[in-house]
C-alpha cells in the first residue's frame, strides 16, 4: 500500500508508521515532519523492519500551504493512487478563548485544520479515479465535547471533526472511506512534564492499533468514529 502520514515522527503519527511497517506486505511510505534527524531515524526504523518497504520523507511545516502542496507535489510524482492517509499534524496550545495569544487560533487552524484539508484536496482525485483509498483525520475528544483552557485547540479540532464528516457523505458513493479519529488524553510530548503518571494515560500505539483494524475491513465496511479513552475516564 502508499501510506501518508502526516506529523509522522511523534506521537500517534509515529506509532502508525510502525504498526504499519510490521506488515510482511511492502509498502510505500510517505511521512513528513518537521524534524529532519527524526525523520531520518522512522526512515530507517521502516527499512529495517523490512527491505521490501520503501520510505520517502520530506521535512515541512505544515503551517504553511505552499509547504503543504510540496509534500502532496512529491507524493503524486510517484504517480501511484494514495491507499491510506493519516492527517495527524497537529498543534496544541492550552488556553482560554478570551485571553490567549493573539495569533493562536490561526495556527492552530493552519495546522489542525488546513493542513488536512488542502493535503486530502490535492490526494483524492488519483484516490476517485481508482474508487479506493482510505482518510484517517485524527481529531480529539476536544471535538466532541468543549472543556475549560480548550481554547483555539478545541475550535481547531471541532472545525476538523465537521471537515471529516463533511468527506464522509462527499465521498461515500466515490469508493473512498473516511475517518475520524477522536483521542483522550494520549502519551506524546504534550503530556511530558505535566506530573500525570503514564499509565493514567494511553498509549499512541492504543490509537494505531485501532486505525490498523479499521484499515483492514472489507470494502464494504468503514469505522466512521473512533473514539478512545483513557480507562479512567479524561483527565
Request: net charge neutral; with cysteine.
Amino acid at each position: 500500500m502508499n501510506i501518508v502520514i502526516t506529523g509522522a515522527t511523534k506521537g500517534i503519527g509515529n506509532a502508525v508508521a510502525e504498526i504499519f511497517a510490521a506488515d510482511k506486505n511492502a509498502h510505500h511510505f510517505f511521512l513528513c515532519a518537521r524534524n529532519e534527524s527524526e525523520l531520518k531515524k522512522s526512515k530507517i526504523f521502516i527499512e529495517e523492519k523490512s527491505s521490501q518497504h520503501s520510505v520517502t520523507t520530506l521535512v515541512c511545516d505544515l503551517q504553511i500551504k505552499d509547504q503543504v502542496q510540496t509534500f502532496a507535489n512529491l507524493i503524486l510524482a510517484a504517480k501511484q493512487p494514495v491507499d491510506i492517509l493519516v492527517n495527524n499534524a497537529g498543534l496544541y496550545f492550552p488556553g482560554s478563548c478570551y485571553n490567549e495569544e493573539e495569533g493562536v487560533l490561526e495556527k492552530m487552524l493552519n495546522v489542525n485544520l488546513f493542513s488536512a484539508y488542502h493535503l486530502s484536496r490535492a490526494l483524492l482525485p488519483l484516490m476517485i479515479e481508482r474508487k479506493q483509498g482510505h482518510i484517517f483525520n485524527i481529531c480529539s475528544i476536544a471535538a466532541l465535547k468543549a472543556y475549560a483552557n480548550g481554547g483555539s485547540y478545541s475550535i481547531s479540532k471541532y472545525a476538523l471533526s465537521g471537515f471529516t464528516k463533511n468527506l464522509r457523505e462527499e465521498l461515500k458513493p466515490l469508493g473512498i472511506k473516511v475517518s475520524g479519529v477522536y483521542p483522550g488524553a494520549t502519551m506524546s510530548d504534550s503530556w511530558k512534564g505535566s506530573g500525570v503518571e503514564e499509565n493514567r494515560i494511553m498509549e499512541a500505539r492504543d490509537i494505531a492499533k485501532m486505525i490498523y483494524a479499521a484499515a483492514h475491513l472489507s470494502p464494504q465496511a468503514v469505522v466512521e468514529d473512533i473514539v478512545l479513552r483513557p480507562q479512567l475516564g479524561d483527565l
